[in-house]
Nanobody
Framework: QVQLVESGGGLVQAGGSLRLSCAAS????????VGWFRQAPEKEREFVAA????????YYADSVKGRFTISRANAKNTVYLQMDSLKSEDTAVYYC???????????????????WGQGTQVTVSS
């Protein structure tokens, strides 16, 4: 079992930045691919970014490419999502998720992920 806890959400003005953290406990984290997803009110959950277990492969949704950066520090059992140039449409609850893998990739499919955090609210005011 892996437990995930997100932090770092909050209220920010458009154009500002936030850094989300996803802290893992339980099993060794460095064989888990990790993704960030978000869900706005009355919208479906959508993929934001993912990182392979090694940190060597990164994946982004087109809507955040060039503005968001995902990274991980396996020694700290933590994955980060740096969000810059935030827009009002980035407002959502952000979730981190993880799945065990022996491969070197990541996934944009939410049904690939076995473990989920409770989410952290990000609100961008225009």
């Amino acid at each position: 079992q892996v437990q995930l806890v997100e932090s770092g959400g909050g209220l920010v003005q458009a154009g500002g930045s936030l850094r989300l953290s996803c802290a893992a406990s339980g099993r060794t984290f460095n064989r888990y691919a990790v993704g960030w997803f978000r869900q706005a009110p009355e919208k479906e959950r959508e993929f934001v970014a993912a990182v392979s277990w090694s940190g060597g492969n990164l994946y982004y949704a087109d809507s955040v490419k060039g503005r968001f950066t995902i990274s991980r520090a396996n020694a700290k059992n933590t994955v980060y999502l740096q969000m810059d140039s935030l827009k009002s449409e980035d407002t959502a609850v952000y979730y981190c998720a993880a799945y065990y893998t022996t491969g070197g990739g990541g996934s944009s499919r939410y049904d690939e992920y076995d473990y989920w955090g409770q989410g952290t609210q990000v609100t961008v005011s225009s």
